[in-house]
């Protein structure tokens, strides 16, 4: 019955270095999300993965950013070149197959990711 | 595209008192549900209260509970007898109901509220 876990809880790295946040999802759950928060505003959505289907893109802020998942697992979110743009807290959340919007979204601790 | 307001940065309530929280959304769907979240400083978003839009009756949870106006689109969240346990940020979302086939229903959040609560 573990929840939603995330590692590492927190990143410091140099500018134009390559991250990878980790998030593993509880299981069962076929739908993830990963969502970016900067300081002191909302959450923004980045990127959803249902299952084997094709993930949706739709939110990743350019192309330094991508994710992988592999089946139902595991799911890393990798930041190329960072920028001090890119600090600020990545949640990931899981869920069952969504169904009319109605699952509920199981978050994260989140990764404070910091850029220097 | 939807979007999530919370006018409120900051919001104070005395312990034991009841506060308000407000948030206003635009959308041109019919069907939607909407969320209130809770995150301390712990950074771990936990669900208080969920609100099913065709549904005209107001959601509650033991203290907490909804004022959803739809025709004005806004979404209030009451806390009464405020503990200390309460203060965190608070963040207001919205979630399409419809079916995007394969794309998510992600939530859309507001910018969120800092409730904090004087003992």
């Known amino acids: 019955g573990a929840g939603v876990s995330q590692s590492p809880s927190n990143k410091v790295t140099e500018k134009g270095k390559d991250v990878e946040l980790r998030c593993d999802p509880i299981?069962?759950?076929?739908?993830l999300y990963w969502y970016r928060q900067r300081l002191g505003q909302g959450l923004e959505f980045l990127i959803y993965?249902?299952?084997?289907?094709?993930?949706?893109k739709s939110g990743l802020p350019s192309d330094r950013f991508s994710a992988e998942r592999t089946g139902e697992s595991v799911s890393t979110l990798t930041i190329q070149r960072t920028q001090q743009e890119d600090s600020a807290v990545y949640l990931c959340?899981?869920?069952?197959?969504?169904?009319?919007?109605?699952?509920?979204?199981?978050f994260g601790p989140g990764t404070r990711l910091t850029v220097l | 595209a939807q979007t999530v307001t919370q006018s409120q940065p900051e919001m104070s309530v005395q312990e034991a008192e009841t506060v308000t929280l407000s948030c206003t959304y635009d959308?041109?769907?019919?069907?939607?549900?909407l969320f209130w979240y809770k995150q301390p400083p712990s950074r771990q978003m936990i669900l208080v209260i969920r609100?099913?839009?065709?549904?005209?009756q107001n959601a509650t949870e033991n203290r907490f509970s909804v004022n959803f106006q739809k025709a004005a689109k806004s979404f209030s969240l009451k806390i009464s007898d405020s503990q200390l346990g309460d203060a965190a940020m608070y963040f207001c979302a919205y979630r399409s109901a419809r079916s995007r086939g394969n794309a998510g229903n992600m939530l859309t959040f507001g910018g969120g509220t800092r409730l904090m609560v004087k003992p």
């Open positions: 959340a899981s869920s069952l197959l969504w169904t009319r919007g109605d699952n509920e979204q199981f």
């Open positions: 609100q099913e839009a065709y549904k005209q």
């Open positions: 959308t041109s769907e019919s069907d939607y549900y």
């Open positions: 993965f249902q299952g084997n289907s094709a993930p949706d």
């Open positions: 299981s069962g759950h076929t739908a």
